[in-house]
C-alpha cells in the first residue's frame, strides 16, 4: 500500500497536550494502526517535526519515540517543503504569532483551543487563513468524546421531545501547590500569563452548546478566584490573579436555558469529571466524558416533598445505561483523523477558525458580562 506522508510541524509538543494528546495518542497511534486510510485507498502517513523551547527535552522526546525530525527553531521548521501542516500546543498567548507565521509559509494550520487570546485577533486569523486558502481547523475534542456522542445519539433521535434546559457541572480540586503539587500549570492562574478557567473552558462550553442543542443568544456569569495564592512548578509561592471558577448562564436559541458550573476549586462527587444534565418534555439524559444515563417520562418518579421523612425513592438507580453500540477511539485522534483527511482528500471538517473564533468571543463576552453584572447578547461575527 503506498504511503502518503505528511510532515507536521507540533508546536509547543513538550506540553501536557502537544504530547499525551496530540503527539501519542493521535498521531504516534495512527502510525503505530499503519498508517490513516485516505480516499484512494493510499495510507495517510504523519511525520511529525517536533518544535519546542527545551533541546534536551526534544531531543529526547524523539529518540523515546524513534523521531528524527525535531528543532528550536519555527521559522526553519515552517521553510520544510515537506511540511504542510502547523500545529499549536503552547501556551495560548504564543498563539497568535505562530499561526500567522505558519498561514505565511502556506502551511495548513490546526491548532489547539483558544485559537487567539482576543476575539478580534481570532476574527483575523481566520480572515488571514482563508486569504491564504489553507486549511484550518481547531481542536474541539469534547465533541468527541463517548459521554457526549451518546448524547448526541438522544439528541438525532429524538429521546427528548423539546429540550428545555441543559445543567452542566464540569471540574475538580487543583491543590494549591504548597503541601501537594498543583496537577496543571501555573500559568492558568495568572492573568498576565493568559490563564483564567473562563478563557478556558467557555471556547468548550460554546461548541458543545451549539453543535449538541442551538446557538446561544446570550451569556451572563459570576466568576470568581477562590484560590488566591499558589505555588508553582518551582516550589515559589505567587498571587493567582485569574478567574478559577465560573458560574455561567447562556441562552439558546429556541428557548433552551443552559446553566454551567466550571471550577477548579470544587471537589468532585459525580461519577465524571464533567457531566451534563439534559431535561426535555419527554426524557432527561446525564451525559459524562464516557457514559450517558437516562429517565424516559414513563419511567420518571414522583416525589413528594416531605424534609420529615427520610429519602423514599432510590433515585440514581432509576436511570438507564445508554449502550455504547460502537466503539469509541480518543477523541482527539478521531479529530486529527478528520483534519488529515480534510487536507488530503478535502473531506468536510466543519471545526474551523471560524467555529473557534466563536469559541474566543463567548469567553471574552461572559468576562464582560462578569465584570459588568449583566446579560449580554451575543451578536454574529463578521467573517
Ligand atoms: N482541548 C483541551 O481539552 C485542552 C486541555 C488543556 C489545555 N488545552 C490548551 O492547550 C494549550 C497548552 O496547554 P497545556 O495544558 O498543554 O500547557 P503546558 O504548560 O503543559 O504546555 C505549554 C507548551 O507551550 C510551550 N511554550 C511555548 N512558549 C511558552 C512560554 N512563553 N511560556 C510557557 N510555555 C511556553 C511549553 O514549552 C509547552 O510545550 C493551551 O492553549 C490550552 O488552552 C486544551
Known sequence: MSRIPIGIVLNGVTGRMGYRQHLVRSLLAIREAGGLPSRDGSLIWPEPVLVGRNADKLAQMAQQHGLTEWTTDLGAALARPDVQIYFDAQ????????????????????????????????????????????KHGVVQDKLFLPGLRKLKRLIDGGFFGRILSVRGEFGYWVFEGDWQAAQRPSWNYRTADGGGI?????????????????????????????????????????????DDAAY??????????????????????????????????????????????VQHRG????PVWNPDLPVTEPFRAQWQAVPDNEPFDNGFKVQWELFL??????????????????????????????????RIEIPALDL
Open 91 to 134: 501556551v495560548t498567548q504564543q498563539r497568535e504569532k505562530a499561526i500567522r507565521a505558519a498561514i505565511d509559509a502556506g502551511k495548513h494550520v490546526y491548532t489547539e483551543k483558544p485559537l487567539a487570546e482576543d476575539t478580534d485577533a481570532a476574527v483575523a486569523l481566520c480572515r488571514a487563513a482563508r486569504a491564504a486558502g489553507v
Open 198 to 242: 473562563v478563557v478556558d473552558m467557555f471556547p468548550h462550553w460554546q461548541y458543545v452548546l451549539e453543535q449538541l442543542f442551538a446557538p446561544i443568544r446570550s451569556v451572563q456569569a459570576t466568576v470568581a478566584t477562590h484560590i488566591q495564592s499558589r505555588v508553582d512548578e518551582l516550589g515559589q509561592q505567587y498571587d493567582a490573579t485569574a
Open 248 to 293: 455561567g448562564t447562556f441562552e439558546l436559541e429556541g428557548g433552551i436555558v443552559a446553566q454551567i458550573n466550571s471550577s477548579w476549586a470544587v471537589r468532585v462527587r459525580r461519577d465524571e469529571l464533567v457531566e451534563f444534565q439534559v431535561d426535555g418534555t419527554h426524557g432527561s439524559a446525564v451525559a459524562g466524558l464516557r457514559e450517558c444515563h
Open 299 to 302: 419511567t420518571t418518579p414522583k
Open 341 to 374: 483527511r480534510h487536507v488530503v482528500d478535502g473531506a468536510d471538517f466543519p471545526w474551523d477558525f471560524a467555529a473557534g473564533a466563536r469559541g474566543v468571543q463567548l469567553a471574552e463576552l461572559g468576562l464582560q458580562a462578569a465584570r459588568e453584572g449583566r
